[in-house]
């Protein structure tokens, strides 16, 4: 990947621009200046611009990715705010909100306000998520009035469940003097003990201890009670199975204040491809079935699921190259994004490109509240250029996350991000 | 042999288990000699890695081994370098560096053996991985059922007890099935497996009917420490459902052969009175495990391994 300043001026031509807001996509060109997006329409190229060929391209909203992990403070051997940037661009994101899961964990302003100066620095735009508990465990509610004001857009206590149902109620019900939203990582701990993969057909032969999707439902279940009986904002994260949805589709019926996101993992993989005990696929929640790998498309299909999100969690090759029971849950997902949701869903399911742009853009722009249109002539641009049709083979040399544990090395990928543009500069993948 | 590595028993060819069983027979013979020792194997060295207290598996292993002239180095977690840190990904390497033909590996972990073929270019023999697979044990199984009934297709065998735990019930399910045998699993529901019927099996939870079903009962070790973990309410429970006493056997009016991989809980899942009986052929079992893993030995390591690829 190429990183660069971009000049004074740019003309991005011969592309079609994709309107995420106005549904639209229309042949035109693109020009750039001083960072900003300066003109739409057609444009001869002159001496001092730098010209961009689009031809076959289209041109968009900068993705942004409500779910990763950036390890800092703490682990900075698995990633850095930085190292997590390129990640995102790499994967045409501009925007990535990230988890609280840290050491120290992000539980404090002082650790919110540290996270958006260090963010100052980096390449994208960086929002961090508070816990919702001090020390995400799940006991004292987080100063979230405070954190919000320092730059906090969401809180979450990651990996760790909000277990106890008069928290997770507290969490909500103070939540909605901010009209934010609430995430909570959805597993039974006591039914899930110590599964590390979904309990059906394949676990039974692979011999690994399973736990059943209801892991997963029943805390779903709980959560949207609790933001019934309180009025909160419940954003659902990683939703992988069929049961889940189920709960989720009915609460929406009635209530606006649910979205829910999945990862580009539980759509593209299923459980039968634990068989080689790929550790890269140890997962929280977990890896499941083929009917739930379908309930999920039809779901993103039909609004039950809002938008996508990558998960992305870095682990050091030396966690992830042990034995199963051994290497943590998580694998990285930001550079492979594109091109395995636009298999799954475009190539494969039909999907109309300019819903998935919408899953990848506006709609969780808008669970963050990030409303503004990124082609407005005057914003700074923060554009992300893809190729829809490429076939590729995505690998190790595709990855800048300080991280390479990604079961996606190998696989066929539909669709590329060819460049990013944010805060002035232009990668070009 | 179709594969280079024994690491299951999952899709293992049926030709392949036969052929393991002959040759089993064949070495069973030698062993009844004055002199047990063959020179089958005489400059191939094996590593008996184990990362899990043995005694039984891992004495069975070496004695194969030392009645086929194989040199045997035995490697065992607790006297390891692992307790310092050092990686499965070192300890590997390691032995792979000193240059060795075959390891024989129990690992708590499943899938810990064809993790290992990732390391290592050595012949990789699964001595038990997690509650995944036990392939030698099922091997020895199908030796002994093979000798006492001479067939294997259409025998009705049982397996009873915790097979949810168990990397001798899934090994077994998978050579028998293979093999033409017909299954029963019966044990308490919350040791049986969910989905357990994509193994192609039956399932009753009621021993009297299953011992009329029965050619013969494979009776699994009850772990104490099951007991209390919510999966089971006591031994006493357990044993008036699902124990193998000579009051219960004596109310089936038939000839049933009994089964144990060991080590056995005399008095929860076995009585004495029947572990010790003549339809017992648990002790028999234990010759074939030396017989059916010189077997497995001699054929992946010296015998008529067409150098097939895994």
């Known amino acids: ?67 990763a992990h950036f390890r800092e403070p703490g682990r900075e051997d698995k990633e850095t705010l930085e190292s997590g940037s390129m990640a995102a661009l790499a994967g045409g994101f501009t925007r990535v909100c990230v988890m609280p899961n840290t050491n120290p964990p992000i539980d404090s302003p002082e650790v919110i306000r540290y996270i958006v100066d260090r963010s100052e620095e980096c390449p994208i735009y960086i929002h961090p ?29 990651d990996g760790l469940p909000v277990t106890n149902s008069a928290i997770m109620r507290n969490a909500l019900e103070y939540g909605t003097m901010f009209d934010i939203p609430i995430i909570n990582h959805a597993e039974d701990l006591c039914l899930k003990q110590d599964a590390v993969m979904h309990e059906g057909k394949v676990s039974t032969h692979l011999g690994l201890p399973s736990s059943p999707d ?81 309930a999920l498309i039809k779901a993103l299909k039909d609004g039950t699921l809002d938008c996508i999100a990558t998960d992305h969690a870095p682990h050091t090759i030396e966690e992830k190259e042990g034995t199963f029971d051994l290497a943590p849950f998580g694998m990285i997902g930001l550079e492979s994004c594109f091109g395995a949701v636009n298999k799954v869903l475009v190539k494969e399911n039909n999907l109309d490109q300019l ?75 | 042999m179709k594969h280079r590595h024994l690491l299951g028993l999952k899709d293992y060819p049926a030709e392949d288990i036969k052929s393991i069983i002959d040759t089993a027979f064949t070495f069973k013979e030698v062993l009844e000699r004055p002199i047990k020792k063959v020179p089958s194997l005489n400059g191939k060295t094996i590593v008996n890695l184990f990362f899990e207290n043995s005694t039984r598996t891992r004495i069975s292993f070496e004695l194969a081994q030392k009645r086929l002239s194989a040199d045997t180095v035995n490697f065992s977690a607790s006297t390891s370098s692992l307790k310092k840190g050092e990686t499965f990904k070192d300890t590997a390497q390691n032995l792979e560096a000193m240059k060795i033909d075959a390891v024989v590996m129990r690992h708590p972990t499943p899938g810990a053996p064809l993790h290992l073929t990732k390391y290592i270019d050595a012949i990789i023999i699964n001595a038990g991985d997690g509650t995944h697979e036990h392939p030698t044990q099922a091997i020895l199984d199908m030796t002994s059922l093979h000798e006492k009934f001479g067939y294997l297709k259409g025998l009705k065998v049982a397996i009873i007890g915790d097979i949810s735990h168990s990397r001798v019930a899934l090994s077994n399910i998978y050579g028998l099935k293979t ?20 193994l192609g099996v039956n399932v ?5 009917e299953v011992i009329e079903w029965a050619d013969a009962l494979n009776v699994l070790r009850i772990q104490r420490e099951r007991m209390g973990g919510g999966l089971l309410p006591s031994i006493r429970e357990y044993r008036n459902l699902f124990g193998i006493t000579r009051e219960r056997l004596s109310q089936h009016n038939k ?47 010296g015998g008529k391994s067409e150098g097939g690829k895994d």
């Open chain 1, 1 to 67: 990947m190429d990183f660069s300043k971009l000049k004074k001026q740019v003309i991005l031509k011969g592309g079609k621009i994709l309107d995420p807001i106005e549904n639209t996509i229309k042949k035109s060109d693109l020009v750039l200046e001083d960072g900003k997006i300066k003109a739409l329409g057609k444009f001869n190229s002159n001496k001092s611009a730098h010209l961009i060929d689009c031809k076959g391209l289209i041109i968009t909203h900068g993705f942004c990715d409500l779910h």
């Open chain 1, 129 to 157: 998520i508070g816990a919702i508990t001090k020390g995400q465990e799940g006991n004292e509610l987080t100063e979230m009035g405070t954190m919000l004001s320092e730059g906090a857009v969401a809180f979450s206590d």
């Open chain 1, 214 to 294: 209801l892991t997963e439902s029943n805390m779903v279940h709980r959560d949207l009670s609790l933001t019934d009986l309180t009025g909160g904002r419940l954003h659902v994260p990683h939703v992988s199975s069929s049961k889940s949805l189920d709960h989720i589709r009915i609460a929406k019926r009635k209530n606006d204040k649910v979205t829910a996101e999945v990862t580009p993992h539980h759509l593209f993989f299923t459980d039968n491809d634990l068989q080689k005990f790929d550790t890269n696929l140890k997962v929280a929640p977990p890896i499941r079935t083929t009917s739930d790998q379908k």
């Open chain 1, 355 to 429: 819903d998935l742009i919408q899953m990848l853009t506006t709609r969780p722009r808008k669970i963050m509240g990030f409303n503004d249109n990124l082609l407005d002539i005057g914003v700074n641009a923060e554009l992300t250029i893809i190729d829809p049709n490429e076939e590729w083979i995505f690998s190790r040399a595709d990855i800048q996350s300080k991280s390479y544990n990604s079961p996606f090395i190998g696989q066929n990928m539909y669709g590329r991000v060819k460049y990013t543009i944010c805060k002035d500069h232009i990668s070009v993948i």
């Open chain 2, 179 to 198: 093999m033409g045998a017909e299954i029963t699993l019966c044990g308490p529901a919350t040791l049986i497996p969910p989905f357990v019927e994509d």
């Open chain 2, 204 to 208: 009753n939870y009621n021993v009297d």
């Open chain 2, 255 to 301: 000839e049933l052969v009994i089964m144990h991989p060991g080590p056995m809980n005399r008095g929860v899942e076995i009585d004495s009175s029947v572990a010790d009986s003549d339809q017992a052929i648990i002790l028999n079992q234990v010759l074939n495990g030396v017989a059916s893993r010189m077997a497995i030995l001699y054929l992946l390591l």
